[in-house]
DNA sequence: CAAACGTATCAACATTTTTTGATCGGAGAG
DNA sequence: CTCTCCGATCAAAAAATGTTGATACGTTTG
């Protein structure tokens, strides 16, 4: 079944871990540099279980990673995924990766939906 | 409080309408061009309450756009919507708009986060 | 007019996500 | 060792989201 292919889960999961105003928060201040816990609770003025609950939830994403040091936690972002949101975001337009060009031409989803949707009888 | 920022609501709503697998691969079959309902039925095999209800997600989120002919809803992307995430993708990486270089300074957040979190004595 | 069709909407339900408060464990300070 | 701090995790409650089947509305066809 194209919808349920293995392939959408993560940038269903990175769109999804953006969808947030609480995360995208965090990450607008890890964008400024590694952040503690602690850092975010005072700049967000939120709980520390829901500040974890949503580092977590952007861990998983893949969109940030963390490390311990003595008994604080350190978080930063990953570009990179980010990056690779832009490429499922030009697959949906159908424009060259990373905008370099605009070719326009109707070709496959490798990322997004590798061995999905390709409709026979569909649209104009 | 910057977390409930109204400018926050259009991103986190755009973000929100890709994170689901039958939205993207609507999406993705629009991509090809105009879709009526019908259409998107036989070629994702979904009940058609059910696509009504993610049409009208994307629609809220300004990602497609309908026009009625006769008994048919013609849908269509809205392009500019789709590049307007990669600008919001930008801010959070603090990259140039669109990619054309990385400067990497610190700068604001105007689309995403306009009045928001510049946090004091926060991160390293 | 009546029947068939395409689609939006609604209510009920199921599922998932988020919030909250409590507890726990590891790390350092006294 | 004991106390404090940072942060993860858990359970319960609350809120949001998605699914399903039924119904309603406008349009076309006969």
Do not use: N
């Amino acid at each position: 079944m194209p919808l349920a292919s293995p392939s959408f889960a993560p940038a269903v999961r990175r769109f999804h871990a953006l969808s947030d105003p609480t995360r995208l928060a965090i990450l607008a201040l890890l964008r400024d540099g590694e952040c503690c816990v602690c850092d975010l609770q005072s700049a967000l003025g939120a709980a520390q279980s829901r500040l974890s609950f949503h580092l977590r939830v952007l861990k998983d994403a893949g969109l940030v990673t963390d490390r311990k040091d003595g008994r604080w936690s350190w978080y930063q972002m990953v570009p990179h995924a980010l990056e690779s949101l832009h490429d499922s975001l030009d697959e949906l337009t159908a424009a060259a990766p990373f905008r370099k060009a605009p070719p326009r031409v109707s070709q496959a989803l490798p990322l997004l939906l590798p061995d999905a949707v390709q409709a026979d009888g569909c649209c104009g």
